[in-house]
C-alpha cells in the first residue's frame, strides 16, 4: 500500500491550492473504513491534524484553518483532497495524508507535499 500526495508548490498569499492523495494497492474496503486525515509539519514541531473527515462523513477542521480548508474524498477512486484558499504564510508546512482503520487495524501515511507560501 502506497499513499502519494500531490499538488503542493509554492503560492502567493491569498492563493489556493488543491492537495490529493492517492491510495494505491489498498482494497476499496480498507479505503472506505478508514478515518481520513491531513496533518502539517513545520521544521522542529510536531504534525499535526489540520483537517480530518470521518467514515460518516463528520469532518474536523483545526481552528487556524477553519472556513478555509475543505477535506472531502472519493471512495471510488480512493483519493482524499484537501481544498486550500486563502492561504496564508503560517500554512508554509509539509502536509502529510493519513489514512487510520479502526476495523483493519491499519494507518497508513503519504511520504509528504511541501506547501509554501512566501511572507
Known amino acids: 500500500v502506497q499513499l502519494v500526495e500531490s499538488g503542493g508548490g509554492l503560492v502567493q498569499a491569498g492563493g489556493s491550492l488543491r492537495l490529493s492523495c492517492a491510495a494505491s494497492?489498498?482494497?476499496?474496503?480498507?479505503?472506505?473504513?478508514?478515518?481520513k486525515a491531513w496533518y502539517a509539519q513545520t521544521p522542529g514541531k510536531q504534525r499535526e491534524v489540520v483537517a480530518r473527515?470521518?467514515?460518516?462523513?463528520?469532518?474536523y477542521y483545526s481552528d487556524s484553518v477553519k472556513g478555509r480548508f475543505t477535506i472531502s474524498r472519493d471512495n471510488t477512486r480512493k483519493r482524499v483532497y484537501l481544498q486550500m484558499n486563502s492561504l496564508k504564510p503560517e500554512d508554509t508546512a509539509v502536509y502529510y495524508c493519513?489514512?487510520?482503520?479502526?476495523?483493519?487495524?491499519?494507518?497508513?501515511w503519504g511520504q509528504g507535499t511541501q506547501v509554501t507560501v512566501p511572507g
Open positions: 493519513n489514512l487510520n482503520s479502526a476495523s483493519y487495524r491499519t494507518d497508513y
Open positions: 494497492g489498498m482494497i476499496l474496503s480498507v479505503f472506505s473504513s478508514s478515518t
Open positions: 473527515i470521518s467514515t460518516d462523513g463528520t469532518t
